[in-house]
């Protein structure tokens, strides 16, 4: 139970920021949001405020923001068409009622001879007795009504189209941009929470670093005259280079001084490998500017390795093992909260940062495929054609539904390996 209590609420806190930062800079935008939907499937709860219906909703397995514009609109009036217009103190109509007028008393049908509700918010009709035509003003925020549910009407200003690119393409990178935001933070509280590791070390008795000379306290500054800003990188330096001569460069009570080792050979079965090492462990510290530091650093960190194992495609040892989908997820929520807190929100962040790279791929439906329409368009200097958008955007999400199905199942069989 604390499993699935774990993988809601960290899937729920990444998608809710992830849908948030479209949000936040679509609306400041101008740009009309017509649902803020936290899942996917049937409405659990709903409720509206600013012209927004905010939603959360049965799978916990993503969620989106729908921006007036981005599709073309379900609701279409022509001329002939009769609708019921009901009006507020000012004769301005503020909603349509475009089917099950009986249920409508209230509301005025008339026979459509004109209709704007894009630019110029009007409607015309012809007067039965008089013939003439009259003329209705269209409130900004009329409500269509379509089988009983309403839905604001968008003017051309309130639509992603009319915005400026560099605004449209803010809504679009928000939402990855927030997801980094939020994994940086959660970094900088775990490293200043939990302390992390220094380049200040206490030697292992016996170890070729004692024997060197070192001494709890030195803090290594370099390995063969390479800066080692922090103790992963320090490690690194190290564990590349097995039974080789070093020199170690060190300050102690203020002062540099470098010794020369020859590092020992430690095996690691998990990745068929030797890395070198001269027997050390850190000392930690807890102080906010060294979390800020570390926490760059973990985060470039997770923000790159999902490139490394992309690189495998083009050497052939790419695996979709390497690949997991909500199942492997949840596996690894569980190991996470085995673990302790400290790893279930390290996992939280390496899942933000990831979902925020992912996001921005250059694949239709995603994020990073909306933004290279954009380019596109800045480089054409008009739109690419609504028809064609949406025939690449759905192809572009089928495929990644098809990847997302490959992807689980490939999960739901390592479970019965």
């Given at each position: 139970m604390?499993?699935l209590?774990a993988?809601?609420?960290?899937f729920?806190?990444?998608?809710?920021v992830?849908?948030?930062?479209?949000?936040?800079?679509?609306?400041?935008?101008?740009i009309l949001c017509?649902?803020f939907a936290?899942g996917?499937?049937?409405?659990?709860?709903a409720?509206?405020?600013?012209d927004?219906?905010?939603?959360?909703r049965?799978?916990p397995?993503?969620?989106?923001v729908?921006m007036?514009?981005e599709?073309?609109?379900q609701?279409?009036i022509?001329p002939g068409?009769?609708?019921?217009l009901?009006f507020?103190?000012?004769q301005?109509v503020t909603?349509?009622i475009?089917?099950?007028?009986?249920?409508?008393?209230?509301?005025?049908?008339?026979?459509?001879?004109?209709?704007d509700l894009i630019?110029?918010l009007f409607?015309?009709t012809?007067?039965?007795e008089?013939?003439?035509?009259v003329?209705?003003?269209?409130?900004?925020?009329?409500?269509?009504?379509?089988?009983?549910v309403?839905?604001?009407?968008?003017?051309?200003?309130r639509?992603?189209g009319?915005k400026?690119l560099p605004?449209r393409?803010?809504?679009?990178?928000a939402?990855p941009?927030m997801?980094?935001?939020?994994?940086?933070?959660?970094?900088?509280g775990?490293?200043?929470?939990?302390?992390y590791?220094?380049?200040?070390i206490?030697?292992?008795?016996?170890?070729?670093?004692?024997?060197?000379?070192?001494?709890?306290?030195?803090?290594?500054?370099a390995?063969?005259?390479?800066?080692?800003?922090e103790?992963?990188?320090l490690?690194?330096?190290?564990s590349?280079?097995p039974?080789?001569e070093?020199?170690?460069?060190?300050?102690?009570d203020?002062e540099?001084?470098?010794?020369?080792m020859?590092?020992?050979?430690?095996?690691?079965?998990e990745?068929?490998t030797?890395?070198?090492?001269?027997g050390?462990?850190p000392?930690?510290?807890?102080?906010f500017?060294?979390a800020?530091?570390n926490?760059?650093?973990?985060?470039?960190?997770m923000?790159t390795s999902?490139?490394?194992t992309l690189?495998l495609?083009?050497?052939g040892?790419?695996?979709l093992?390497?690949?997991?989908?909500?199942?492997?997820?949840?596996?690894?929520?569980?190991a996470a909260?085995?673990?302790?807190?400290y790893?279930v929100l390290?996992?939280a962040?390496?899942?933000?940062?990831n979902?925020?790279?992912?996001?921005l791929?250059?694949?239709?439906a995603?994020d990073?495929?909306?933004?290279?329409?954009?380019?596109?368009?800045?480089?054409?200097?008009?739109p690419?054609?609504p028809?064609?958008?949406?025939?690449?955007?759905?192809v572009?999400f089928?495929?990644?539904?098809?990847?997302?199905?490959i992807?689980?199942?490939?999960?739901?069989?390592?479970?019965?390996?």
């Amino acid at each position: 139970m604390n499993t699935l209590l774990a993988f809601i609420a960290i899937f729920s806190v990444l998608v809710f920021v992830h849908e948030w930062g479209h949000l936040y800079f679509a609306k400041r935008a101008g740009i009309l949001c017509y649902e803020f939907a936290i899942g996917m499937g049937p409405k659990l709860f709903a409720f509206e405020r600013n012209d927004t219906i905010y939603t959360v909703r049965l799978l916990p397995i993503g969620g989106y923001v729908r921006m007036a514009g981005e599709e073309p609109e379900q609701t279409t009036i022509r001329p002939g068409y009769e609708i019921g217009l009901v009006f507020d103190n000012q004769q301005k109509v503020t909603e349509i009622i475009i089917n099950n007028k009986s249920k409508h008393p209230e509301a005025h049908v008339v026979q459509v001879e004109k209709i704007d509700l894009i630019h110029e918010l009007f409607i015309e009709t012809i007067d039965d007795e008089t013939g003439e035509t009259v003329r209705y003003e269209v409130h900004e925020k009329a409500m269509l009504v379509q089988d009983e549910v309403a839905q604001i009407n968008a003017p051309w200003h309130r639509q992603f189209g009319s915005k400026s690119l560099p605004k449209r393409a803010m809504a679009i990178f928000a939402g990855p941009l927030m997801n980094f935001i939020l994994a940086f933070i959660i970094l900088i509280g775990l490293f200043w929470g939990f302390g992390y590791n220094t380049n200040q070390i206490s030697p292992v008795e016996g170890s070729v670093a004692a024997e060197s000379g070192l001494m709890e306290g030195d803090t290594i500054v370099a390995v063969n005259g390479e800066q080692a800003d922090e103790w992963q990188h320090l490690v690194n330096l190290i564990s590349e280079r097995p039974n080789e001569e070093i020199t170690v460069t060190y300050e102690r009570d203020g002062e540099q001084q470098s010794v020369t080792m020859t590092t020992d050979t430690d095996y690691v079965e998990e990745i068929d490998t030797e890395r070198g090492v001269i027997g050390i462990a850190p000392m930690r510290a807890n102080d906010f500017l060294g979390a800020v530091s570390n926490a760059g650093s973990e985060f470039v960190m997770m923000a790159t390795s999902i490139f490394d194992t992309l690189a495998l495609i083009f050497t052939g040892e790419f695996s979709l093992d390497y690949i997991s989908g909500p199942v492997g997820i949840y596996n690894f929520t569980d190991a996470a909260v085995a673990a302790g807190l400290y790893n279930v929100l390290w996992f939280a962040a390496l899942l933000s940062v990831n979902l925020g790279v992912i996001n921005l791929f250059p694949i239709p439906a995603l994020d990073g495929g909306r933004l290279m329409f954009l380019g596109y368009e800045a480089i054409r200097g008009k739109p690419v054609s609504p028809e064609k958008e949406g025939a690449i955007q759905f192809v572009g999400f089928a495929l990644v539904m098809l990847l997302m199905i490959i992807v689980t199942w490939n999960d739901i069989s390592k479970l019965f390996s």
